[in-house]
């Protein structure tokens, strides 16, 4: 059976964190402000945006790291230990986090508490399994694909659910929190609005990507991603498998390979160099691109790079 204690806490971890508990805390520098620590960058800025000058807020991961292969930190444990509220992208997206909260031993934000904010409530999830699935094959989509930021009108929900989590932990700046949300709202409905016409010329696209990132992103702005170089969700790309894709992408005449910053270059670069498809490489998070400082700038920046790509390549047919 798969074992959280194996993956995420190795006994030295679980000693410094001990360790780093049992010194006096020395109390949080904007003692007023509400502290709010959120997994991603994304949630940050979604947290930041509604606390206003409420809040002070936090994020555990960096934007260029793989968030599937995130080693938790003793600091992570002695930030969550002095939060108000924790907000999470759930459906075991931070594998560590039960174990991190366990040991933050801040009854505040346990799983089902006030300031435990799981922002996927609500989402309409796709690519849930349907058969058994379990981790030991190193599979890691277990309870439906959780990259659901990359779609505005989730964005919406994770915003709402971020600020019932907010008015929650501090019912006194409810309508503070409510005014800010309002407004951000309708800000994501102008930001679907431009993208959806910045995206038009992906309408019915096919692509590849390495992992299975931008499942919602394709199915808001209209394209498809026929393949991935990984088999399955957090399987490495084997020899066979990469054959077989370069085979599809060839016959489907596909003109882009999306990767992360995170993933390795050889084998989309082959696959490049075999099909003629243009390689795009961009952060799926908010600070992972230079001059990608919000939610607006992230969508603009992927779908930008998308459709240069789109528009300026021509591919390789298959037989050639
Ligand atoms: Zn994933």
């Not at 990359?150 to 019932?164: E, F, G, Q, T, Y």
Request: aromatic fraction near 8%; hydrophobic fraction near 40%; charge should be positive.
């Amino acid at each position: 059976m798969f074992s959280k204690v194996k993956m995420c806490a190795k006994p030295q971890l679980v000693l410094q964190i001990a360790i780093i508990l049992l010194l006096p805390s020395v109390g949080h520098a904007n003692a007023k402000k509400l502290f709010v620590v959120t997994t991603t960058p994304d949630l940050r800025y979604f947290a930041e945006r509604i606390g206003g000058d409420k809040v002070t807020v936090t994020c555990l991961m960096h934007p260029r790291q793989n968030p599937h292969t995130v080693q938790p930190l003793p600091s992570f444990a002695v930030q969550m230990s002095h939060a108000d509220l924790f907000v999470c992208v759930g459906l075991d997206f931070e594998l560590w986090a039960d174990q991190l909260l366990d040991m933050a031993r801040n009854p505040k934000i346990r799983r089902g508490a006030q300031g435990y904010v799981d922002a996927s409530i609500g989402i309409p999830l796709i690519e849930v399994p349907t058969g058994r699935v379990t981790r030991e094959q190193g599979e890691i989509h277990i309870f439906g694909n959780p990259h659901y930021w990359l779609d505005p009108l989730n964005a919406k929900i994770i915003v709402n659910n971020i600020a019932a989590g907010l008015k929650r932990v501090s019912p006194g700046n409810s309508d503070y929190f409510e005014a800010n949300r309002k407004k951000l709202i309708e800000e994501i409905e102008e930001i679907l609005d431009e993208t959806l016409k910045l995206a038009a010329p992906l309408k019915g696209e096919k692509i590849v990507a390495y992992h299975l990132t931008w499942s919602y992103l394709a199915n808001r702005y209209g394209f498809k991603i026929i393949g991935q170089l990984e088999p399955k969700p957090g399987i490495p790309p084997s020899a066979r498998h990469i054959s077989e894709l370069i085979e599809l992408m060839k016959a489907n005449e596909v003109k882009v390979i999306l990767k992360e910053p995170f993933y390795e270059n050889r084998f989309p670069r082959l696959i490049a160099q075999q099909t003629g498809a243009k390689l795009v490489e961009v952060a799926p998070s908010i600070g992972g691109d230079k001059g990608v400082n919000t939610y607006r700038d992230l969508l603009t920046n992927i779908l930008g790079k998308l459709v240069e790509a789109i528009t300026g390549c021509t591919t390789k047919r298959k037989g050639e």
